[in-house]
């Protein structure tokens, strides 16, 4: 077989989706998300593999700014689309699309790239790590109680229904108010609202309209929740499901106030969200945990494309000073000995001649980059070999953050 692999035309983008569609098992959007993703793909990071007249292949980026620890906004590209036709699986297509990502990748300056995985399995290969978390909930409203925090007038709040449209400015504000304080939170650019707010009829699976409410305090929106209603009866009565999109609020007082206002909606029973922080208040708030039905998955899959230049964007909860021995076979350039040292104002990482105090794969690398998975777990689990006596601890310490990564929304 004889492939090519070239970058997207714009006038290909109808067969490329519905290409990626038949890999996914037929068509996975309405026209109205469909127009939404062709206004944020970025056709010069689109990949097609051509089997002759035949596309088999798909890939593509997008160049987020994405939070890393220390709060800082990193420019990462998030790895999308990616598909490989069933004709055509098992014979190097979706390896020649990561080697020409992770070359141009390198070749741009990126030195984290991130996706978000169909089956986990795939992308370990090419040396991607599980990097963060994402808590799904379904939480039982009729015997759960959410408090307040001890003494606030979260009664004071006001609410105010808005469409998700009208909504956009203070909702925005909110959000980007946010994404500085925890790892892996995405900046949004151009596009991405509209596609976060699609509520094409067919896309709701039997749910009502989207709606937004706006929590105020003294006529400032400090926070928001988008959300549907899903109707459902039975003998005894009314149990619908208030499907929760995405919530986010810029104090304790506002955020509880949200949670109790989803949880009141007449006629339901149970709050439904796919996708939270697992270290989300919400359960410091809940009276019962257990009837929160938790479920954790994995989220964001980190790439680290040049150690030095990853290791040096972010910072560390502690003094580490630590020699690295990397393995990288996908990407040589990363592979060998590498010193970090860094605090919580900044760090170094270069190439180094000295002793290894750990060795690890470039995997392990990516999964401890947000801060999100211990090193010290890793080491337990033989991953993460320890070379002086010590180091592991020092530097588990180091990468770790005192708030869990997350990636909000999908892409």
Not at 35 to 52: H, Q, Y
Not at 238 to 261: C, F, H, Q, S
Not at 326 to 350: H, I, M, Q, Y
Not at 397 to 402: E, H, L, N
């Amino acid at each position: 077989m004889t492939t090519e692999l070239r970058v997207l035309e714009r006038d290909q983008w109808d067969l490329f989706m519905g290409r990626l569609e038949r890999a996914f098992g037929g068509p996975q959007d309405s026209p109205e998300r469909r127009e939404g993703w062709r206004r944020v793909t970025e056709f010069e990071r689109s990949l097609a593999v051509w089997d002759g007249a035949e596309l088999v292949g798909t890939a593509g980026a997008f160049s987020f700014r994405m939070t890393v620890p220390g709060g800082a906004l990193a420019e990462i590209p998030g790895v999308t689309m990616v598909s490989v036709q069933p004709t055509h699986r098992r014979r190097g297509v979706l390896t020649s699309m990561m080697r020409h990502q992770m070359d141009e990748f390198h070749q741009r300056g990126d030195a984290v790239a991130v996706l978000t995985a169909s089956e986990p399995a795939i992308y370990g290969r090419f040396g991607y790590g599980v990097g963060s978390s994402q808590l799904a909930m379904s939480v039982d409203t009729g015997r759960v109680t959410i408090a307040g925090p001890p003494g606030a007038d979260v009664d004071g709040v006001r609410m105010r229904v808005v469409s998700p449209a009208d909504g956009r400015e203070a909702c925005e504000a909110v959000y980007a108010a946010v994404v500085p304080s925890r790892p892996g939170m995405i900046a949004r650019g151009p596009g991405w609202f509209e596609k976060l707010i699609a509520d094409a009829p067919g896309d709701r699976d039997g749910a009502g309209e989207l709606l937004c409410v706006l929590a105020e305090v003294g006529g400032e929106v400090r926070g928001y929740a988008r959300y549907s209603v899903t109707s459902e009866w039975d003998l005894r009565g009314p149990k619908g499901i208030v499907n929760l999109r995405d919530l986010e609020a810029l104090d304790p007082v506002t955020y509880a106030a949200l949670w109790r206002y989803l949880a009141a909606i007449d006629l339901t029973s149970t709050i439904s969200t796919y996708n939270r922080p697992v270290d989300d208040p919400l359960l410091h708030l809940v009276s019962d945990p257990r009837r929160c039905d938790q479920r954790v998955r994995d989220g964001l899959h980190v790439r680290v494309v040049d150690v030095g230049g990853a290791l040096e964007s972010r910072t560390y909860t502690a003094p580490v000073d630590v020699v690295l021995d990397v393995e990288d076979a996908f990407c040589p350039w990363n592979a060998g000995r590498w010193r970090l040292t860094g605090d919580t104002k900044g760090a170094s990482c270069t190439r180094t001649g000295d002793q290894p105090d750990l060795a690890l794969t470039v995997r392990e690398l990516g999964a401890a980059f947000f801060g999100g998975f211990s090193l010290r777990a890793m080491g337990a689990a033989g991953l993460v070999r320890e070379l002086r006596p010590g180091a592991l601890a020092e530097a588990s310490t180091a990468f770790r953050v005192d708030v869990e990564p997350w990636l909000p929304h999908g892409f």
